[in-house]
């Protein structure tokens, strides 16, 4: 982590309980002096990189993690990326074993597109609450509703039978782009309202019905706290993910998915940022941006996940010591099979 990018987001951070400067990873730091804290975390860090090459070797494994959990496990983590990029890099990998740092969906994801690799989650008891949040009735009646002319398209955040009841699945950063080349004229969009809006605002050819999930962790961030950020930073772009409300969405300069807010600020020639989502992102934006003299600001109640933050990195490296946390292959074969088409769909899509 770097000066200034530093300086300027932690203090709201602090406030919210990220982790401090002088804590570790591995709790090595409690023991240790406040003087040579930053070191002896370096060596902690070290030391479970170490580890985890021969983990990784011995199970023939890769870790994958989203930009959500926390910095230091993102720090050992192979690959880090959004929820689209981990779903399309996971069928491509070579090694046997997926550790999906994430929460409970991605892993099924994962293990969706890839039946015949071991997929390890390290807290398998991380769930996604939005992941649920839509009713079999609710497909049904659209469906009776609107024949061949509806899809049903499904945020990837969603379980392995909430796919399988849907025609194509698509993440946030490629919503838009999928249901404006989607053949029927009215979509049932699930389970997300607040993506779900942004697309039927973004894609205005098509009746979109929207389904009343969302994200407890983004549906709460006000839009009061973005305005207060604004004023007290005028110069700062603000970035919001589409998982927020549509009045934080009307404040922002850019909507994107984790990784589109990340690249927006490495590339943009601003030098303040205003960033509504969750914190987690933070670490990429300071390693992308070091020595940019970048600044990045949250809303006073910074938002975090509480479901990502289950992830550490002691159940990180517990969960390839002993290959614990393993994705099981549905029982439902069936229901398995058109859950896996609409990821491949969604793959076709986001490429043509
Ligand atoms: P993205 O990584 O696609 O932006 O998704 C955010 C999210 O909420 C993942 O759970
Ligand atoms: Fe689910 Fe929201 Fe957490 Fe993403 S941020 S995993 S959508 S609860």
Known sequence: MTGNDVRAAEPALRGAGRVKAGETALGVMGAAGAGDASGVA????????????????????????????????????????????????????????????????????????????????????????????????????????????????????STMEIKSWSDVCVTSSNAVKICRSLPQGHLLFIPDQNLGLYVAEQVPGKHVILNKGYCPRHQVISVDEVLDAQEAHPGALTLAHPECTADVLAEADFVGSTAGIIDFAQKSDASEFIIVTVRGVLHELERRCAGAGKRFYFPATVPTCINMDMITLEKLVACLEAGAGEVQAPADAAAAAQAKLTLDRMLEYAAS
Do not use: W
């Open 42 to 157: 370096r060596a902690a860090l070290d030391a479970v990189r170490e580890h985890l090459e021969e983990l990784k070797a011995r199970r023939d494994a890769v870790i994958l993690a989203h930009y959500y959990v926390a910095p230091e496990v993102q720090s050992v983590a192979d690959y880090v990326g959004d929820s689209f990029y981990l779903a399309k890099l996971a069928k491509t990998l070579p090694q046997q074993t997926i550790v999906l740092a994430g929460v409970e969906f991605m892993g099924e994801s994962a293990k969706l597109l890839n039946p015949t690799k071991t997929v390890l989650l390290p807290e398998p008891t991380a769930d996604c609450p939005m992941a649920h949040m839509v009713a079999r009735r609710t497909v049904d009646e659209a469906r009776a509703a609107y024949g061949d002319d509806l899809a049903v398209v499904c945020y990837v955040n």
